[in-house]
């Protein structure tokens, strides 16, 4: 009974225990601004500070506390970089982290196909989350300058439009996946010579019309949730800490709500730092860069001596909410993104993804034919019987190497493995030229001697050789296409120039295959009859090259920068030194906006092979350009049509671009600028109407008394053509 009544007391008096409620923080149906607020007022001043700066060599912290987790970064961007130890540069030497190496960014840009942009980002985004990361440190948007710049490979060209149309879909798409992008490096930097230090100064045209639209579109129109800063210095600061760069152009003009990090090693004052718009510190040398201390990473200049400046109130404490805000949005986007799909790495997809940017990637400069009345070099005749492969690039890993951007491949088609799938054992192969292993930070010199042989045996092959295939260029050694040093001279290196003399005068139908991220100088150029530009072109790179030699795929690459006859013909070649390379100290870009093709235009100075520029196995005919009315004003647009077709034997693609010039202007203006381009595909014998779509923005110049953008009325044109040099028709029009 006493039983009875107790229990009965009890069942009275008991309350169900309270259900525990998820914090909004965790709680993923809640719109992301309101968890990131909830996380911030649960946090402590330390824990908001020590999402700013790294705990190991490509990661930074959450709030372990909360169950927030931490971020991974990787490079990028041509595909995810191994693993590196946790506190120092040196590879981990894991077996589960080879991957698929995608065309360099120059390949990609030079596809001037925006689809081929979007499929790069996504795969590339599927090989990221197999490997777990949350940030791909790519991709790499610096203006292409000057043809010495070590770094060009991971960049699109001289083009700011060309560039900013190719940045937008790989990071919209690799953003769909909840991997971040990180668009670097931000802003100026155009070399490597001194690149930790060198102050760069730029007319404020030069910076708003070149150097800074494909970062302006990275972050307006495709949404990049990271940017990194540059190891340069801009007018005096560090672009790391830069107030104006990153408070004033990106965080206020451009609206950009995410996350910058620095280079690594790019942070160089802690209230600069604090103050002017950087979020995340890695890489900087502390003890975190070389012992595994743990506490090497509190000395960072946003560690220890940030938090110090805080809680003695010279830094205000909304900056650190504004930058923990911003981090923990990033974590919300990435790390701590359920939504996010799984990953995959070397996938058909993704190798098929590779094959189909290299093919319309590469560039086919020059192809002649060798007698009159023959047909040209390229496409190879089937009957060939003996086809001689020669080059060290025909081989190589040129993955390996580079600096940052070296990538361990778990699959590889070397060219000669391409040629070797189509015509098997018809194909041979000599060296021809050493050019040593790849060697960060050295240069490896070859013997004379070696070299002397290696010539003279590709030479005796080559003489009853039906076809010599010479697969040559630059590679990702120290001084080459390689990160932390510019490339030396503009000529071929190891002994290539000689090479080529010696097999063109005892074999006439000389192929020359040019991997590389930049252009060259060429002596030779009449002496060789067909010249394609090969890239570096990944994990595919070899079947895509065998793909456009025999004619299995028509080339249809154009080039996004330009190829000088001789340095000097270039912009930044063409003054003082203080112009390139720089002091040591400070930099002056005295060839202003007229970058690229729009020096050579202006200038009149014919480039070997001008920006646009890639041929194909067939021909494309233009018909006149007509513009929807002769005049327009500032509010309409002018539609512009021009008919193209192909009129040779086999389908094609053509990049139709158009350029526009003002005929009188205030102000000094480039000839013509890059302002739309379509590519299309034409079976032989159809023709397609291209239409263009030309507003007043098209006309505008950087004012830089009002600081505006602005079109002054008068005559205009529209060049339509094939490339920069080979304008086919012209509209003229006038703004009202
Ligand atoms: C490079 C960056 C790279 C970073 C991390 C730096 O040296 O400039 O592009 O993302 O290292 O490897």
Redesign the pocket.
């Known amino acids: 009974m006493k039983k009875t009544i107790l229990s009965i007391m009890a069942l009275v008096t008991w309350t169900a225990p309270a259900v525990a409620q998820t914090p909004v923080y965790l709680d993923d149906s809640q719109p992301i601004e309101a968890r990131v607020q909830d996380a911030l007022r649960r946090m402590t001043l330390k824990e908001k500070v020590r999402l700013s700066y790294a705990q190991s060599k490509f990661s930074s912290p959450g709030v372990p506390r909360l169950g927030i987790p931490e971020l991974y970064w990787n490079?990028?961007p041509h595909g995810v970089r191994m693993e590196i130890n946790w506190n120092d540069w040196n590879h981990a030497g894991w077996t589960n982290d080879s991957i698929t190496a995608f065309p360099a960014l120059t390949a990609l840009a030079a596809t001037w196909n925006p689809d081929m942009s979007a499929i790069y980002g996504k795969s590339i985004s599927e090989e990221a989350l197999y490997r777990e990361k949350d940030v791909m440190?790519g991709p790499g948007v610096n203006i292409y300058r000057t043809p010495l710049n070590g770094r060009n490979f991971e960049y699109m060209g001289e083009d700011p439009y060309l560039a900013s149309v190719m940045v937008v879909p790989y990071i919209q798409e690799m953003q769909k996946n909840g991997v971040a992008a990180c668009v670097?490096?931000y802003a100026l930097n155009n070399q490597e010579t001194w690149r930790n230090h060198i102050d760069v100064h730029v007319s404020e045209r030069a910076l708003y019309e070149i150097y800074l639209p494909a970062f302006k579109a990275a972050i307006v129109e495709a949404g990049s949730w990271t940017i990194?800063g540059a190891?340069n210095k801009i007018a005096g600061t560090h672009a790391c800490h830069n107030d104006r760069m990153l408070n004033q152009i990106l965080k206020k003009d451009w609206n950009f709500d995410g996350v910058v990090v620095s280079?690594?090693g790019g942070t160089h004052d802690t209230k600069e730092a604090a103050l002017n718009g950087l979020e995340v510190e890695m890489?900087s040398y502390t003890d975190g860069l070389s012992s595994d201390n743990s506490n090497g990473y509190d000395s960072y200049y946003l560690g220890n001596a940030y938090l110090k400046m805080i809680e003695e109130g010279k830094v205000p404490e909304s900056v650190v909410n504004d930058k923990a805000a911003r981090i923990l949005r990033l974590i919300f986007r990435t790390s701590m993104n359920r939504k996010k799909p799984f990953g995959s790495i070397c996938t058909e997809e993704h190798y098929a993804a590779a094959e189909a940017i290299g093919n319309e990637g590469i560039v086919l400069l020059k192809n002649a034919p060798v007698a009159k009345k023959s047909p040209a070099l390229l496409p190879l005749k089937n009957d060939y019987q003996n086809i001689l492969v020669v080059g060290d690039n025909a081989t190589r890993k040129l993955n390996e190497g580079g600096?940052?951007s070296e990538l361990k491949v778990k699959d590889m088609v070397s060219p000669l493995d391409g040629l070797r799938a189509i015509y098997g054992d018809r194909v041979k192969y000599a060296q021809g030229y050493a050019a040593g292993q790849p060697m960060y930070g050295n240069v490896n010199e070859i013997p004379q001697e070696v070299q002397d042989k290696l010539r003279a045996e590709a030479v005796a092959m080559a003489k009853d050789a039906d076809v010599v295939i010479l697969v040559g260029g630059l590679n990702k050694n120290h001084l080459q296409d390689c990160?932390g040093g510019d490339r030396q001279s503009y000529g071929l290196p190891f002994g290539q120039e000689k090479l080529i003399e010696e097999l063109q005068a005892v074999n006439k139908n000389l192929v020359l295959v040019l991997l590389s991220g930049n252009a060259v100088e060429m002596p030779w150029i009449d002496k060789v009859p067909a010249i394609v530009q090969g890239w570096y072109l990944g994990s595919m790179g070899g079947k895509s090259i065998a793909n456009v030699l025999s004619g299995k795929v028509n080339p249809s690459g154009k080039l996004p920068f330009s190829f000088p006859v001789k340095l000097t013909d270039n912009g930044a070649h063409s003054f003082d030194s203080l112009c390139y390379p720089g002091d040591g100290v400070k930099q002056v870009y005295k060839e202003d906006i007229q970058v690229g093709y729009r020096w050579h235009d202006t200038k009149k100075i014919p480039a070997a092979f001008a920006f646009g520029h890639g041929l194909s196995y067939t021909t494309f005919e233009y018909g006149k350009a007509v513009a929807s009315a002769k005049k327009m004003t500032a509010d309409d647009q002018l539609e512009i049509s021009v008919k193209v077709k192909n009129t040779g034997a086999v389908a094609g693609k053509e990049v139709v671009q158009l350029y526009i010039g003002d005929d009188k202007s205030s102000v000094v203006r480039p000839l013509k600028e890059l302002k739309h381009f379509q590519k299309i595909a034409l079976n032989p014998g159809e023709e397609q109407t291209v239409t263009f779509i030309v507003s007043a923005d098209d006309l505008k110049y950087y004012d830089e008394a009002s600081k505006d953008w602005k079109a002054e009325a008068g005559k205009f044109k529209a060049y339509i053509g094939s490339s920069s040099a080979d304008i086919r028709t012209v509209v003229p029009f006038v703004l009202e």
């Open positions: 490079d990028g440190l670097k490096h990194m190891y280079d690594w890489g600096g940052s990160e």
